[in-house]
């Protein structure tokens, strides 16, 4: 497949900033527009836009002949939870703007990534499949779930090849996580740098999925890419690549800072933490498009750390 002119929404984000020099490298940066509904940049490509504004969105596919679109724009657990109908506002409405304006522009790929949160604590706790028990209890949640399913509708229905797949919890360096559930172990690491001790919002045995924003950045791109005859799902592939405690990450990073001390006060993200599941069954995505993450906890912590000094 080829990709003529790409959209990035919600491009200031965690994953945005680091997707658009990504995919610039690979399709040349006069195929990359970055989009966001606030403006951090200086970059000329820049579409202000809020995914919320059903014209401006239209207007935007069509002026820049968008062709395939990273729909990135969303609000994650922790903030979705202090603000539930903005999470409802720009994870639904506002990818239901997308998806009705690629069907009329005739955009050949919607890729939006979904989450872990889509699972519920009724989801089984270990090597979770694609097809599970999926109640979620957060408004996030409810939304990603609500996404998936949007995708397939209108693949189904309109023929639009709506793509997207479950990250885990995403660590990177280059900018901060938007206010999730697992951005503790950011937070974890880059304190540990800095020399500080650090106090940690989850429980000490909370075990969530991970994956390193490298690895991230490669799994968008080929399930992007990806044959569609190969395709069995769609919207919905599990990708991860290991799995974590907060204690488990404190004591790797032990083994740089010998000083280094966590301490445990459990907060509202407790409940959400204890929703997800501890890790996930991602052979669909191995499957069906060659998923294949490098990045393990030791080697997500050393390159995160030398980056980070
Ligand atoms: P982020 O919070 O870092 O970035 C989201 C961006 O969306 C922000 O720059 C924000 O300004 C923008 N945005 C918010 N409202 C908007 C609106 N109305 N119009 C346009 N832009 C708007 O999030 P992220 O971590 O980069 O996540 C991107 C996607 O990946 C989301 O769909 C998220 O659910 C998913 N995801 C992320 C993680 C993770 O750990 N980062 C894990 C699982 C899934
Ligand atoms: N990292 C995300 C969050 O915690 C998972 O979707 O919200």
């Known amino acids: 497949m080829t990709f003529e002119k790409i959209l990035v929404t919600g491009a200031g984000g965690q994953i945005g900033s680091e997707l658009v020099p990504f995919l610039s490298e690979i399709f040349g940066k006069d195929r990359v527009f970055p989009s966001d509904v606030r403006s951090n940049t200086t970059d000329p490509r820049f579409i202000n836009l809020d995914v919320t504004d059903k014209t401006s969105v239209e207007l935007a596919i069509d002026k820049y002949k968008i062709d395939s679109i990273f729909h990135l724009a969303a609000i994650l657990s922790a903030k979705g939870e202090k603000n539930p109908e903005l999470a409802y506002k720009v994870n639904v409405s506002g990818l239901y703007n997308i998806l009705e304006a690629s069907v009329k522009n005739k955009v050949k790929l919607v890729l939006t990534p979904s989450s872990i949160g889509i699972f519920g604590p009724d989801t089984p706790k270990e090597n979770v499949p694609i097809e599970t028990i ?60 800095k020399g500080r001790n650090y106090k940690c919002f989850l429980k000490e045995d909370s075990k969530l999925p991970m994956m390193y924003m490298p690895d991230a950045l490669d799994s968008l791109l080929k399930l992007a890419e990806a044959e ?82």
């Open 134 to 193: 999926a109640r979620p209890v957060t408004m996030y949640g409810i939304t990603k779930l609500m996404a998936e399913h949007l995708g397939n509708y209108y693949h189904a229905r309109f023929g639009l090849n709506a793509r997207g797949l479950r990250f885990p919890g995403l660590i990177s360096y280059k900018s901060p996580p938007g206010g999730g559930t697992t951005d503790y172990s950011i937070e974890m690491i880059i304190e540990a740098v």
């Open 228 to 309: 569609d005859s190969r395709l069995k799902h769609r919207t919905d592939f599990n990708v991860t690549s290991f799995s974590v405690t907060p204690k488990e990450l404190e004591l790797e990073l032990r083994k740089y800072y010998r000083s280094f001390e966590v301490t445990y006060q459990p907060d509202f993200r407790q409940r959400i933490a204890d929703s997800w599941p501890g890790s996930l069954d991602a052979s669909a995505a191995v499957q069906e498009w060659d998923f294949h993450p490098n990045y393990d906890l030791r080697s997500t912590t050393e390159d995160m750390i030398s980056h980070l000094k």
